[in-house]
């Protein structure tokens, strides 16, 4: 009976969280990590979010790869293998709360800079190394808080893109990600039976929300995507603050 209710529970988080992801190309595991926590433990849900955030990257990708620019997210994905291998190295030996709080921070300091218009002219130049740095940021974010979104909106923000680029590029960059964490996560001996179980009603859910999300999302214009982004990185920033108390 405990089991059943825990997989109503990851099913209902998943369902909005794959309907945020499906419409904007973020937010699955923002939405959905909250509940879980409810029925798992801190450390339990950064893993269940990988084994469903996987599945929801692939869906996603395959769902709008024709708008991924592949000279966008080379640089990216070379730098997700050293990131996954640091995230699970550090997730192994620091407190999880303690790289929520840090990550935390930094997104709200964006936040706020945007709020105040500080960095609102910033473009990223096109760069290969920078592009590789994101990427092992991103694949350290994603091993060990399971929130790659985070990192990866602000870069999107900062090379403005536009939506349906955006959209396609973050897309297939996360089929990187998921994939190479939930890879580095099972040779590290992280997961047990109990976990797939959760995922498997977590993925179904988020099938039905992605499905749903991706219909309403090809009629965002550029201004809306972007204040949904920032509202998605403010409420991460909140999330993982309040994780880590």
Request: with cysteine.
């Amino acid at each position: 009976m405990e089991l059943i209710w825990a997989c109503c529970v990851v099913a209902l988080g998943w369902f909005w969280g794959g309907l945020v992801s499906g419409i904007c190309g973020v937010g699955a595991v923002m939405v959905a990590m909250p509940l879980a926590t409810f029925v798992v433990t801190s450390s339990e849900s950064i893993l269940l979010s990988s084994l469903v955030g996987m599945y929801s990257s692939i869906h996603m990708g395959v769902a709008y790869r024709h708008s991924c620019v592949w000279s966008d997210i080379r640089p990216l994905v070379a730098g997700v293998v050293p990131g996954c291998v640091l995230g699970v190295l550090v997730l192994k030996i620091a407190p999880a709360q303690l790289l929520q709080i840090m990550i935390s921070a930094v997104l709200a300091c964006f936040v706020l800079m945007q709020a105040f218009r500080r960095v609102t002219a910033w473009t990223l130049p096109e760069s290969s190394f920078l592009g590789m740095v994101v990427g092992v940021i991103c694949g350290f974010v994603s091993s060990s808080v399971t929130m790659v979104g985070a990192p990866l909106g602000i870069y999107v923000l900062l090379r403005r893109w536009d939506p349906d680029r955006a959209r396609g590029n973050m897309s297939v960059f996360y089929i990187f990600t998921g994939v190479g964490a939930v890879v580095v996560q099972a040779f590290a001996g992280l997961y047990h039976l109990r976990l797939f179980s959760l995922a498997l009603a977590g993925i179904a859910a988020c099938a039905v929300g992605q499905s749903i999300g991706i219909r309403l999302g090809r009629h965002l214009d550029q201004r809306l995507f972007r204040k949904i982004l920032i509202l998605f990185l403010g409420a991460s920033a909140l999330v993982l603050f309040v994780r880590a108390l």
